[in-house]
């Protein structure tokens, strides 16, 4: 269980570099994020070239696995969104709210009653959020751009816990990588109509920090992210991944300065997203030795 933790927490450090790398890719994010998945399907197919691991399933059950990988195609062009009109700081504290919408959604969607102790930890970040979102209201578009993208993201853990019980994490990776690089790529004339850019080729800084992305805070990321889901709960991770801002906010304020950008009640709301992650990781390890068999 202490390994899953730390495959787990290895995992949040990666995901703490997505948002750096988001600001420093001049890309807007529909173009940041088609790259993102274009170049994570290519490194994924010479890995599993590597590792000799099959491809050879139906194509129902691609589709399927694509199909939620759509998910996390939407939850990048909305994470995304919110750091080009806020901050770094600003996208990363919205994603906590992944964990309130799973206490919410999950119980919905399996079926199940809703657990009290998750929606009180949840409350807890709900609060964080609301007091950072009232303290400055310029940053509101990207706040609420950031709150949607934690929605996707929460449906993107739930749908994906079901496909871990039965594929390769790498495989997994492999086709909604693939998936998202083709139904974004079909979008993406529609997209640049309303969003129109000077050049849709990225520059060599932009294409070194998107090789980057998407070996490390892609691949690397989201396998160990699918291998921590089958041993810990879909909630669990994701109020684990609410340690992801911390991470980002230290290094936009060691790179980008934006510690001068916030006052009191955003670290007040962070705060609470922080102590709702230390709750629940102490729930789920008492909870682990509890059904431990002696």
Not at 128 to 137: K, P, V, Y
Not at 187 to 206: D, E, Q, R, T
Request: aromatic content about 16%; charged content about 10%.
């Amino acid at each position: 269980m202490k390994k899953t933790f730390l495959v787990l927490h290895i995992a949040v450090i990666l995901a703490g570099f997505t948002g750096v790398f988001g600001k420093l890719i001049t890309l807007n994010e529909g173009l940041l994020v088609w790259y993102r998945e274009l170049f994570s399907f290519v490194w994924l197919f010479f890995i599993l070239k590597l590792f000799k691991v099959s491809t050879a399933i139906t194509t129902r059950q691609k589709l399927s696995i694509a199909a939620v990988g759509l998910l996390i195609t939407v939850h990048w062009l909305f994470f995304y969104g919110s750091i080009k009109y806020s901050n770094i700081s600003i996208g990363v504290v919205c994603f906590s709210l992944t964990s309130f919408f799973t206490a919410i959604f999950k119980p919905l969607i399996d079926r199940k009653r809703f657990i009290p102790s998750e929606l009180l930890l949840s409350l807890l970040t709900l609060i964080g959020i609301g007091l950072i979102f009232h303290f400055d209201a310029s940053y509101q578009l990207g706040i609420g751009l950031g709150v949607i993208s934690s929605a996707f993201s929460a449906l993107y853990t739930i749908y994906n816990e079901r496909l871990v019980k039965h594929y390769d994490s790498m495989l997994i990776n492999y086709y909604q990588m693939m998936g998202g690089t083709v139904v974004l790529g079909l979008a993406m004339p529609l997209y640049l109509h309303y969003f129109p850019v000077a050049s849709v080729i990225p520059g060599i800084k932009n294409v070194v920090y998107l090789l980057l992305l998407s070996l490390f805070c892609t691949v690397g990321l989201y396998i160990l992210f699918a291998e921590s889901l089958k041993r810990i709960s879909a909630f669990t991770v994701n109020l684990s991944f609410n340690l992801e801002p911390i991470y980002s906010i230290i290094l936009a304020f060691l790179f980008f300065d934006e510690g001068k950008e916030v006052n009191t009640s955003f670290y007040v709301g962070l705060t609470f997203v922080a102590a709702s992650v230390v709750l629940q990781t102490i729930i789920s390890i008492k909870l682990r030795h509890k059904v431990i068999p002696v």
